[in-house]
């Protein structure tokens, strides 16, 4: 999990994408009349993961929109796992930006690349480039993974409060773990519980299952970056700077950060993006 909390979203202010039988929470910085900007949040993420980086895009000149997907957070999401694949919310991405106005320029983190990339397949033309942001191409391994099946059968058996216990037990395993501020720790919590059962059992099952892409995003031919801290231990950048070669896209090392570059070095981050959509 991101360590961040609401405190990180400055200035920028809270919207509602309404959708056909859905409803995303978002929030928004930046000009209204700036070229849009879309932004993924991975698996138990949220919005507030993009906070630090919001203000400085809007005062780029950009008009930077954060949302919840479905089931995250504040955005309401069904009770059938098999919803939340991303070729499911794909689409639902698609139909986001296309309220937008104006081609925009989606960004996608971890789960939230995978998301994106289904939603550029789908659909390329609400949008004007890609970014895939420590996300890779096809389904997670190593230690993550494995963290996402040891906690599989509690989902059956155990309530949400449970699930994030052991959530956080292996947090606090992990080598190198750096337990957060209280404040952001409520936060943590409260974003945790707030989801349903089915999105993190279909986002989990999707993480472990989704198939190599790559080929149908580049026959699409849109601009994209693949970015990644130097120190990811979800994808490791090795496997995204090859999945940049076969996308023809371009390729960034993000220095200081490991899988949530915009928290964790959100400056290196923002010199990153705005290089690529300047």
């Known amino acids: ?7 990180t979203l400055g200035r920028a202010e809270r919207l509602t994408i309404l959708l056909p039988g859905q409803r995303l929470a978002g929030v928004a910085s930046g000009p209204v009349d700036g070229p849009p900007v879309l932004l993924l949040p991975g698996f138990t993420g949220s919005k507030e993961d993009f906070g630090p980086i919001l203000d400085p895009l809007g005062e780029a ?75 890779g191409p096809a389904a997670l391994g190593g230690e993550r993974r494995a963290r996402i099946e040891r906690l599989e059968p509690l989902l059956a058996t155990h309530g949400t409060a ?7 037990a292996a947090e606090r395993a992990a080598p190198g773990h750096v337990p957060p501020d209280a404040e952001t720790a409520a936060f943590l919590e409260r974003r945790f519980l707030a989801g349903p059962r089915a999105m993190l059992a ?16 580049a026959a699409v031919g849109l601009p994209t970056l693949v970015a990644c801290g130097d120190r990811d231990d979800a994808w490791p950048p090795a496997v995204q700077q090859e999945m940049a070669a076969r996308l023809g896209a371009t390729y960034a090392v993000i220095a200081g950060a490991a899988h949530s570059p915009a928290v964790e070095n959100p400056v290196g981050t923002l010199e990153t993006l705005l290089a690529f959509w300047r």
Do not use: K, N
């Open 1 to 7: 999990m991101s360590t961040t909390s609401e405190r």
């Open 61 to 135: 000149g950009f008009r930077a929109i954060a949302i919840d997907l479905p089931g995250q957070f504040e955005s309401p999401g069904p009770d059938d796992p098999a919803a939340y694949a991303p070729d499911r919310l794909g689409p639902i991405v698609s139909a986001a930006a296309a309220q937008l106005g104006g081609r925009v320029r989606l960004l996608g983190h971890s789960f939230g690349g995978l998301v994106a990339r289904a939603a550029v397949i789908f659909d390329p033309d609400p949008f004007a480039s890609l970014v895939l942001l420590s996300s």
């Open 202 to 217: 279909g986002m989990g099952a999707a993480l472990r299952t989704e198939p190599d892409r790559v080929a149908a995003l």
């Open 162 to 168: 449970e699930l994030y216990a052991a959530v956080l």
